[in-house]
């Protein structure tokens, strides 16, 4: 058994570890990988989200010894050659060398990596299929997900051809950002701008709010006429001018008031259209004497 910690401590001149002791504190970078027991190298050991080594439930049989590299542990051959040019370290697993797909297969003491060659099948090696395969150029990968142009559906990979496997909603939206498409629900309508952290905020083609403009120092950003944007701060709708009227900047017949169009808790200030001097009389507009007089509606000037 020593014999074998001694032989284990030698390849940790080669990048595989010695391991640690059942007991031992782990740092918190460490935590979830796995390693080897210093004092007994059948047991293998994982580090606990409490900093701790504890084992991972795993021993090694007669005949083989832990072997840990790059945060995992697994059992080997005693009289396997580890420093083989072939010799892989996790079971099952792939990889891609170009067109060439590598298999890490058996014996499961002592695996080594296989390989063959995609070209000579006219195909490619790819590893977004997780495990690694070879496929058709061109083909999309089977399991893999996408959304419907329109992003009213949820396609998935099929034999080659892309099929429609859900519909979503009228109330959601395929989003494909994360490792699968699927319907969520839409937190806003495409389109749709908001005010957040004086920021413009607009509703992109995912239903997702997205930070579309930053206003500069010395502006604001507030709703008007149900439009987000960056306005002068002598312009903008702040608690103190509540309840304060002015012409609206956009649209010359209407009267705006400065409301809280949010809740007493989380006030959001905006100007809201209140008074339409066109339907006094036609031709009347908003006129206003000065900034923080009360506006009224008249003939224009002239």
Same mark, same amino acid.
């Given at each position: 058994?020593?014999?074998? #910690?001694?032989?284990? &401590? ?7 570890? &010695? ?31 409490? =900093? ?34 072939? #010799? ?17 297969? =058996? ?21 977004? *299929? ?7 150029? =061109? ?16 396609? *998935? ?25 699927? &319907? ?23 239903? /997702? ?32 001018? /509540? #309840? @304060? ?19 007493? @808790? ?37």
């Amino acid at each position: 058994m020593r014999y074998l #910690f001694g032989l284990m &401590c030698v390849l940790l001149l080669v990048g595989i570890g &010695c391991g640690n002791t059942e007991g031992s504190s782990c740092s918190e970078a460490e935590i979830g990988r796995e390693s080897c027991d210093a004092d007994d190298s059948s047991i293998q050991l994982r580090c606990s989200e409490d =900093g701790v080594w504890v084992e991972a439930g795993g021993f090694c049989t007669s005949g083989k010894h832990c072997m840990s590299r790059d945060g995992d542990a697994t059992c080997v051959n005693d009289d396997c050659d580890t420093q083989q040019e072939d #010799f892989c370290f996790q079971l099952n697993n792939t990889d891609c060398d170009g067109t060439v797909l590598q298999e890490c297969l =058996g014996p499961a003491g002592c695996p080594v990596w296989t390989s063959v060659d995609c070209a000579d099948s006219g195909q490619v090696c790819t590893v977004e *299929t997780r495990p690694a395969s070879c496929v058709i150029p =061109g083909a999309c990968i089977d399991g893999t997900t996408r959304c419907s142009s329109d992003r009213s559906e949820v396609e *998935t990979c099929q034999g080659g051809d892309w099929n429609v496997t859900a519909t979503c909603e009228q109330d959601q939206l395929c989003n494909d950002l994360g490792e699968t498409a699927q &319907c969520v629900d839409a937190a806003c309508t495409e389109g749709e701008t908001r005010c957040a952290d004086n920021n413009v905020e607009t509703c992109s083609a995912l239903g /997702l709010w997205t930070v579309t403009a930053t206003c500069n120092p010395g502006q604001a950003c507030q709703v008007v006429n149900d439009e987000a944007q960056c306005v002068s701060d002598d312009d903008s709708c702040t608690a103190d001018k /509540l #309840f @304060e009227q002015r012409c609206s900047p956009d649209d010359e017949v209407w009267v705006q008031e400065c409301r809280n169009t949010g809740t007493q @808790e989380a006030p959001v200030y905006t100007w809201v259209n209140v008074q339409d001097c066109s339907t006094l009389t036609p031709d009347y507009v908003c006129q206003q004497v000065a900034p923080g007089t009360t506006p009224y509606c008249f003939a224009p000037p002239g």
